[in-house]
């Protein structure tokens, strides 16, 4: 069974303070990790997909690196504006023409202060 | 481009009385998805549709709730009865074929009392 746990739980930082979150997985064959963020009252956003280990993507603030079993997402310097959940999901290689479900972790809450 | 739609967006209701929702994906999009999450949780799959027919619902609690997509379009998602459990947050998601990106709608928010 797929499985996904991030750490930590909840984080607070300073304005300007980085600081990195940790998604650890287990999947059968690994399609695709994908960070979503999410708001309070909203659904999760997309914001990257990464593929094979060694990759790197980044957005603005935010840079997502994937190694065999974990992935990180590494905040530079974050602003209010950053504060939400983030979570991480993996997606198994599946059969035929669809793609596998999502397993998700259970989040991490960051909260960035002025 | 329009999002990923769901109503209603709140809903209480009591124990053992049911309840719906509905979904419209994003115009285009083949998969649609009905998760289930439940707060201080991630997102849990109950069913996988691809156009009209149903890919996973190993996870669907067969008993109470129902899903269909009729037309291969817009879906709606059935609780009957409902239990105190169900409370939780009812996201509805899409993703184009051959794409594996999935988006998601604001969510249905379900309180059982």
């Known amino acids: 069974e797929d499985q996904v746990t991030q750490s930590p739980e909840a984080l607070r930082l300073q304005e300007g303070e980085s600081s990195s979150l940790n998604c650890s997985y287990t999947?059968?064959?690994?399609?695709?990790l994908f960070w979503y963020r999410q708001d309070p009252g909203k659904g999760p956003e997309f914001l990257f997909t990464?593929?094979?280990a060694g990759e790197e993507k980044e957005k603005e603030r935010l840079k997502a690196t994937l190694t065999k079993k974990e992935s990180f997402l590494h905040i530079t310097a974050p602003k209010p504006e950053d504060s939400a959940t983030y979570l991480c999901a993996v997606q198994a290689v599946a059969g035929g023409t669809s793609y596998g479900k999502l397993t998700f972790g259970q989040g991490t809450i960051l909260t960035v202060h002025p | 481009e329009a999002g990923v739609a769901q109503s209603p967006r709140y809903k209480i209701i009591e124990k053992r009385q049911s309840v719906a929702f509905w979904c419209n994906p994003i115009s285009g999009h083949a998969t649609l998805y009905w998760y289930q999450q439940i707060l201080g949780q991630g997102p849990k799959l109950l069913i996988q549709?691809?156009?009209?027919?149903?890919?996973?619902d190993s996870q669907l609690p067969k008993d109470r709730f129902s899903a269909e997509r009729l037309k291969g379009v817009d879906s709606t998602l059935k609780i009957q009865p409902a239990k105190l459990e169900d409370s939780a947050v009812y996201l509805c998601?899409?993703?184009?074929?051959?794409?594996?990106?999935?988006?998601f709608g604001e969510g249905s928010w379900l309180t059982v009392v």
């Open positions: 990464l593929y094979s």
């Open positions: 999947v059968s064959g690994l399609r695709g």
């Open positions: 998601a899409s993703s184009p074929q051959g794409v594996n990106t999935i988006y």
């Open positions: 549709f691809q156009n009209n027919g149903v890919v996973d």
